[in-house]
Every structure is written in C-alpha cells, then in structure tokens.
C-alpha cells in the first residue's frame, strides 16, 4: 500500500466548531486531494493539491479550506462545522494528474458533526 | 462538468456467475475510465483503466469495455468469487484533476 496517514481516523464534533482532517504521505507525489464519500453520492472531489502552496476547489469545495505547506502534508479545515458535513473524508495522492496516473486512497476519517 | 451515472446500484450474483456493472458519462472530452473497488471499511483501490483510444481492456477475470460515441462504459468479472463481493466505484476525467465517480455498485457474490 501507499505510504498515505490519515488523522484522525474517527472525530464527533459540534455544529460551528473547527475541524481539521490531516493526511500525510511518504512518497513524494506531487498531487493530493480531498474527497467525501456519502452514500447515492459516491466520491465526490473536495480540494486538490498540485505542489506546495498550490491548491485548487474541486466538486463540493464550499464549507472547506486546505493548506499545503510540506510535500508530506495536506490538511482539509472545516472552518465552522455543519451537519451537512457528517461524511467520510479521504485523502488521496497520485504522482502525476488522475487523468495519466493511478490515485492512491488512505484509510479514510469518519466525521459526525452533531 | 462531468456527470457519471451507474447502474444497478445492487447487484448479487451466484459465485461462478458473471457480474456486469454499466457506467454511462456526459462530457465527451472525458479519456480516462477507472474503475476502483472498495470492500466493507476499506480504502477505494484501482482494478482496472481504460482510456478513450481503446475499446476494451482485460485482466485475467475482469475487463472493461468503452463506447465512445454511446458515451458508455462496463466492467465486466467473470467467474465471479465471494473475495469479489465489495462495491465497485467508476469515474470519468478529463486531462486534469476533477475525476467524477458514480454513485457505486455494491456487488454480492453468495457462495
């Protein structure tokens, strides 16, 4: 399996209060992402990452913000927390763009926001 | 963007049967097709790729076959084994980085 960490691995949180997901990887790819799973949905793209500092939104990007100050590193951050937002999140790498590489997923993080 | 549909959404098939599960886009840019299974608290994980230059692809008991002009495309598992029993996610991108999935199949093979 890919070097891909993600914590934590369980949170319950409150509405409105801050939540912050991180993955880290070990194998120097260039490309992160952030998905949510939620059932009749499938995987749906949060926010990616193509290099340190450079992020771009994805699919369902409101209510989410990412940093990425480290290659290793890549942190999603629910500013203020909603019900909506009760999901499973993944992290995911790839070496080059989806599109002309395979992405490698984490073990996932389940979110309850009550 | 990009909209993935797939069908069924359940499927159960008798182990030794084959399992065909169909996937349908709309953007006709679209190029790359993975397919990616998930078993229960598991970690999506590729299976098998196809991109918009072939029109089917195999490995050993699973194969994927592209439709462009239909804009559709299926997995195909034959000879199918309770280890296969897992839900089965497609996608569909462009030469960049918003790959959508359909909403995933959940395959049971009952021994």
């Known amino acids: 399996d890919a070097g891909i960490t993600q914590s934590p691995r369980h949170k319950v949180t409150e509405t409105g209060t801050p939540v912050t997901l991180r993955c880290h990887q070990t194998e120097n790819h260039r490309y992160m992402y952030w998905y949510r799973q939620d059932p009749g949905h499938g995987l749906r793209l949060i926010h990616y990452s193509y290099g340190v500092k450079d992020t771009d939104k994805g699919e369902v990007s409101d209510g989410y913000s990412v940093s990425r100050s480290k290659t290793e590193d890549f942190l999603l951050t629910l500013e203020s927390a909603t019900s909506s937002q009760t999901s499973v999140y993944f992290c995911?790498?790839?070496?080059?763009?989806?599109?002309?590489?395979?992405?490698?997923f984490g073990q996932g993080t389940r979110l309850t926001v009550v | 963007g990009e909209n993935v549909e797939q069908h069924p959404s359940t499927l159960s098939v008798q182990e030794g049967d084959s399992a065909v599960i169909k996937c349908t886009y709309s953007d006709s840019a679209s190029n790359y097709f993975p397919w990616y299974k998930q078993e229960l608290g598991k970690r999506p994980q590729l299976i098998i790729d196809i991109r918009s230059n072939v029109g089917e692809k195999k490995d050993q008991r699973i194969a994927v076959t592209l439709n462009k002009t239909a804009k559709h495309f299926s997995l195909h598992i034959t000879e199918t084994q309770p280890e296969d029993s897992a839900v089965y996610f497609c996608a569909a991108s462009k030469d960049n980085n918003d790959m959508r999935f359909g909403a995933g199949t959940r395959l049971t093979v009952k021994p």
């Open positions: 995911a790498i790839s070496r080059d763009r989806v599109a002309n590489t395979e992405a490698f």
